[in-house]
């Protein structure tokens, strides 16, 4: 009896070893998800992964892992698997509003804001007065230009805090947008009269000064924002264009150096101090950078202009007729595209009875390359569309006096006495009216 006992306790003890062991194993092995948060403070991502993923192996439906195993993925750059990780968080927990906003970051920040608007206006739904939801909604609004409704959601946000320019500038900005200038300056100077060391705002309302074409203003601001921040190449850039808009190429020149020294080489940037040198009697200095322009853009014409000029100045012959030889090439087939495309445009509006407009446009074409054929074209115009005949005679005149030096054919020549006896006729006609 006592080893039946015993034996039914030995074996208690074995069944409750079998099932309590497993369970002392898998404590031992799972780890503290407090720890996860101190190694992704610490920076040490990959650990991070690999916890997360040894998790997971066993609870496939934690989102919370996911989301952690998607900051340390992000935080490596490795934006697809993160990605990957915040939408397995977010289809597991779709109430958590973390999850969800991580997955409309993601979105946007891939340029795909019609799959972040949705999930930014179901959050803005629950919690209409948290910021980075509204400022992600916002920035989609604007790209759609659908300014009021992004200016409603700025609106609330200044209400509960008017004091906070990061709103004004919101508003402002909206309103430029709109074309509202007025009351955008109005918003931008509410908002410097907060912080006026904004550079942005600064920025922002130098522009409107520039098209209200208020440029000294805005070259004014500009400077003012230089001050506060030296290092904004973007100021230097800004300020230039309004000089050189104004004609004052040295000031223009001295910052579109400063542009350069940055490391900036850009053609317009190379050709504008090319320009400024050259204005300001520096011819040397003005060929070495509109070298450098001509470099990038052979086709540009001005700099292959202003380098013959600087090469004559200098004495350089040789090069100054190079470049003048240079522009000819350049612009003539242009020219002569031009001037089709004149009587290519006059054919079409005498088609369709725009007499006085086509003719217009026979004369320009004209201008690159007089041709007896248009010259006939507009007399006959004056002649029978127009009832025009002082300037139908003088057409004619035109067109005869062209050809009286041609060795025409008899079918020519007879063309020719057609014309001389219309034009007799006009004369005529002309002397009866008088």
Request: net charge negative; with cysteine; glycine share 2%.
């Given at each position: 009896?006592?080893?039946?006992?015993?034996?039914?306790?030995?074996?208690?003890?074995?069944?409750?070893?079998?099932?309590?062991?497993?369970?002392?194993?898998?404590?031992?092995?799972k780890p503290d998800n407090s720890k996860i948060d101190?190694?992704?403070?610490?920076?040490?991502?990959?650990?991070?992964?690999?916890?997360?993923?040894?998790?997971?192996?066993?609870?496939?439906?934690?989102?919370?892992?996911?989301y952690k195993m998607g900051l340390a993925y992000q935080n490596l750059i490795i934006d697809d698997k993160s990605f990957e990780c915040f939408l397995h968080a977010a289809k597991i927990s779709p109430g958590n509003n973390t999850y969800s906003f991580m997955v409309a970051k993601t979105y946007y920040n891939k340029g795909k804001p019609n799959l972040a608007k949705p999930i930014l206006q179901k959050l803005c739904a629950v919690d209409s007065m948290n910021w980075v939801y509204a400022y992600y909604l916002t920035s989609i609004l604007m790209q759609e230009t659908r300014y009021d409704e992004s200016l409603e959601i700025y609106n609330r946000f200044y209400e509960q805090d008017t004091l906070n320019y990061i709103f004004l500038d919101k508003i402002g900005f909206a309103y430029l947008r709109k074309g509202n200038f007025d009351t955008s300056i109005d918003y931008f100077n509410r908002s410097l009269a907060i912080n006026n060391r904004n550079v942005t705002t600064l920025k922002n309302i130098a522009y409107l000064w520039a098209v209200t074409y208020k440029i000294d203003t805005a070259i004014q601001i500009l400077t003012r924002a230089i001050e506060l921040d030296p290092a904004d190449i973007d100021l230097y850039v800004r300020r230039a264009s309004m000089n050189y808009s104004k004609n004052y190429t040295k000031r223009a020149l001295d910052d579109y150096l400063k542009v350069l020294g940055s490391g900036d080489s850009s053609f317009l940037y190379l050709k504008r101090v090319g320009v400024g040198y050259t204005n300001n009697f520096q011819p040397k200095e003005a060929v070495e950078f509109l070298l450098k322009a001509y470099s990038k853009d052979s086709s540009d014409y001005e700099v292959s202009n202003y380098l013959a000029q600087n090469y004559q100045k200098l004495k350089d012959l040789k090069n100054s007729a190079y470049y003048y030889r240079h522009i000819i090439k350049t612009i003539n087939p242009v020219m002569q595209q031009l001037r089709m495309t004149y009587y290519l445009l006059a054919?079409?509006?005498?088609?369709?009875g725009l007499y006085k407009e086509a003719i217009t446009y026979y004369l320009q074409g004209q201008e690159f390359n007089s041709e007896s054929n248009i010259t006939l074209i507009v007399a006959n115009l004056y002649d029978e569309k127009l009832k025009d005949i002082p300037k139908a005679i003088h057409y004619y005149e035109l067109y005869l006096e062209n050809t009286k030096n041609l060795k025409l054919n008899n079918r020519s020549a007879e063309y020719v006495d057609s014309i001389k006896k219309r034009l007799d006729y006009l004369k005529n006609q002309k002397t009866v009216s008088i």
């Open positions: 009896m006592n080893k039946l006992v015993e034996m039914k306790r030995i074996t208690l003890a074995i069944l409750l070893a079998i099932i309590v062991l497993p369970f002392s194993i898998f404590a031992q092995v101190i190694m992704l403070i610490r920076g040490d991502y990959k650990e991070v992964i690999d916890t997360c993923q040894m998790i997971l192996s066993s609870d496939t439906l934690n989102s919370e892992i996911y054919e079409v509006l005498k088609s369709d």
